[in-house]
């Protein structure tokens, strides 16, 4: 299963192509949904022989196939129950007592399991701005791992990864990264240097609401290692269905991506200008301090915006109340367009605005989003 490095095909041929099965005359273009709990098996098992369902089965291989060669690893991705499965498992790598240093804008359950190994297992955390190279740089003697999310969620920083990364590593830390937002598609963090990358493959990868999933991938083989024997320790495993979805989801990903980042920048640019609008942020803006780092750094900007109505915090409930095309709702990356005001969260971050919208942008036609958009914004905010 392992993939050669550099791989020769596009990102948008592998996420159609990979993960197929072998080529054989009336065989199935797609690979089955594997519902099997066992493997037949004897005797001394071989080095990877398949033998038990927690432990690795058919039914992960070609999605974790197919996002391995996307991310550039030397190792298939590993599937895990959810994003934060995937996360939990990377922080595992931290050991008792340890330093952990991660964005104050990163997920915020990320930042709550962060707390969590603060609490229970002396873990020294210490939240920094990731788009603040210094402060990071400077945060980072005596660090076990150094966390980062670029573009952030919900605040959009972009960080200078490979900047973070050389550092990290001559601190002797290792440098976990969640690409969620970016995809591999825009991102790809081993090529920087990365030791470790995660995904919900909940939103974009999987791409239509329906799933949630994880993914952890790892270049270097004990680590790979070691994630692998983190998720079959605790059981935290993805279900055959799941894992097919996503990687039917995963076959028009880079048709998803290019147009929704496509239609993000055209909506951030009008968003703007709008009489309304005390604030956008989109790496896509020339006026965002992300930008520049950005266009050096990634294929794109994604599909996120960050929107700050005028009026405040009720003024932003009343935008969200009044669309009728956009979706209100937490989770990100579906094909539909959706936003949600995060400080509605008790939990999320309070250097997060009150009024923050964060808009994920989907595949629907521009201009019937911007016009329900725009009609929403001129009833709910206030000049
Ligand atoms: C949603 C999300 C997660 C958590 O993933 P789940 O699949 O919900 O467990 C982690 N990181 C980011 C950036 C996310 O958006």
Known sequence: MSSARPDDLAPSTLVVSAGRPPRTQGGALNPPVVLSSTNVSQGVPGAGELLYGRMDTQAWHPFEEALGRLEGSAHPALVFGSGMASIAAAFSLVPDGGRLVLPRHAYQVTIGYAVDLADRHGVDVELVDIDDTAAVVAALPGTSMLWVESPTNPMLEVADLPVLVAAAHAAGALV?????????????????????????????????????????????DALHAALHAYRTLHGSIAGPFEVWLALRGLRT????????????????????????????????????????????????????????????AAAADAVVAALELWVPATSLGG????????????????????????LSVGIEDVEDLWTDLDRALRAGAHL
């Open 335 to 358: 094909v539909e367009s959706s936003l949600e005001r995060r400080r509605r969260f008790a939990t999320e971050s309070r250097t997060v605005p009150d009024d923050l919208l964060r």
């Open 253 to 312: 990903l880079a048709l998803r991506v290019e147009r929704a980042q496509a239609t993000a920048v055209e909506l951030a640019a009008r968003l703007a200008s709008h009489p309304v609008v005390a604030q956008v942020r989109h790496p896509s803006l020339p006026t965002d301090p992300g930008h520049d780092r950005a266009t050096r750094l990634m294929d794109g900007y994604g599909s996120i915006i960050g929107l700050r109505p005028r009026g405040g």
């Open 176 to 220: 976990g990264v969640d690409n969620t937002f970016a995809t591999p598609l825009v991102q790809r963090p081993f090529e920087h240097g990365a030791d470790i990358v995660v995904h919900s493959v909940t939103k974009y990868l999987a791409g239509h609401s329906d799933v949630v999933l994880g993914a952890a991938l790892a270049d270097d």
